[in-house]
């Protein structure tokens, strides 16, 4: 049974292997709750409104943070996107633990406007390694692959902002690694 109302934040740089992660770590842990983004960027084809995002007018998303609605929140490129607190709130009332996954900048964020989350950052086992998963993706330009692993650097730097790190070598290992910090039972 997991540890209930815990909050966990899992940051890494692009190319970790988050999302694999996360969805083995949900596959066996159903009552894991994993927080839905807010964005004011246009719905995508298949993408569901509470699902994929919340999808918010700009004026509702500002709103959203005047009010301290958002535990977190960025822009890039010419659209916003946050983790909503209520509903963070609300499942962690519930007695679930819940997840986000989000970027470092976001994890920052976090620290501050709940300092009780538990921070995981997920790491590469080297640099090079990193290299080769996001260049091995097949879907970036050169010059998109150096703007990644540039900030991935940057991200790297600050491991030790964390309450703890996973090195993502093994999947399986890392997998046992997440449910530890979360204070999951292996299912």
């Known amino acids: 049974m997991a ?6 934040v899992l940051t890494g740089p692009s190319g970790v292997g988050k999302g694999t992660l996360v969805k083995r770590l949900l596959d066996q842990h ?25 999808f918010h007018p700009r ?8 009010a301290g609605g958002l535990l977190e929140w960025a822009e890039f490129a010419s659209n916003c996107y946050g983790t909503p607190r209520d509903p963070v709130e609300e499942h962690l009332a519930a007695g679930r633990p819940v997840l986000l996954e ?3 900048e ?9 300092p009780d989350a538990f921070q995981v950052f997920l790491a590469p086992p080297s640099f090079a390694e990193l290299e080769r998963r996001i260049r091995g ?12 692993l540039a900030r991935a ?7 030790n ?17 997440l449910e530890t910090h979360m204070q999951l039972q292996a299912p």
Do not use: C, M
């Not at 009552?31 to 699902?51: C, D, F, K, Y």
């Not at 976001?106 to 709940?114: D, L, P």
């Not at 993706?137 to 990644?148: L, M, N």
């Not at 650097?153 to 491991?159: F, G, I, K």
């Open 3 to 8: 540890h209930n109302g815990r909050l966990t």
């Open 153 to 159: 650097r940057e991200e790297l730097n600050a491991q």
């Open 137 to 148: 993706r097949g879907t970036d330009t050169e010059d998109a692959i150096q703007r990644r």
């Open 106 to 114: 976001g994890a920052r964020q976090v620290r501050t406007s709940f």
């Open 102 to 104: 989000i970027e470092l």
């Open 30 to 54: 159903p009552e894991i709750w994993l927080s839905v983004s807010a964005t004011t960027r246009q719905p995508r084809a298949g993408e569901e409104e509470g699902v994929s995002y919340f």
């Open 161 to 177: 902002e964390f309450d703890a790190v996973v090195v993502n070598d093994d999947l399986d290992q890392a997998l046992k690694q």
């Open 59 to 66: 004026d509702t998303f500002d709103a959203l943070v005047a």
